[in-house]
Nanobody, 120 residues
Framework: QVQLVESGGGLVQAGGSLRLSCAAS????????MGWYRQAPGKQRELVAV???????NYADSVKGRFTISRDNAKNTVHLQMNSLKPEDTADYYC??????????????WGQGTQVTVSS
């Protein structure tokens, strides 16, 4: 069974920084993409940033230039460095991974979520 465990959320003032981390564990063949989504109260879950196994990255327009996603394939971890945080970044942040298995199957997994609150 694959698990994604997140850490690093919390409360920060506007302009501050936080670093989120996510570690994947369990039996898997290959992690295709790892990334972060977020969901604010009353809103739909949205993509924040994603990293492919080849190192390509994609960011939501709202976080470009402020957030940086990094990935360690050897450790099956992904991090999200969030700088210049704004109150509108307040949300639950979820780690997401698309994983391939040796039998040929591909599944996606979600972490339990970590709360980020940015005060003005």
């Amino acid at each position: 069974q694959v698990q994604l465990v997140e850490s690093g959320g919390g409360l920060v003032q506007a302009g501050g920084s936080l670093r989120l981390s996510c570690a994947a564990s369990g039996s898997m063949f290959w992690i295709n993409t790892m990334g972060w989504y977020r969901q604010a109260p009353g809103k739909q879950r949205e993509l924040v940033a994603v990293s492919t196994s080849a190192g390509n990255t994609n960011y939501a327009d709202s976080v470009k230039g402020r957030f940086t996603i990094s990935r360690d394939n050897a450790k099956n971890t992904v991090h999200l460095q969030m700088n210049s945080l704004k109150p509108e970044d307040t949300a639950d942040y979820y780690c997401h991974a698309v994983i391939s298995f040796s039998y040929g199957g591909i599944k996606d997994y979600w972490g339990q979520g970590t709360q980020v609150t940015v005060s003005s």
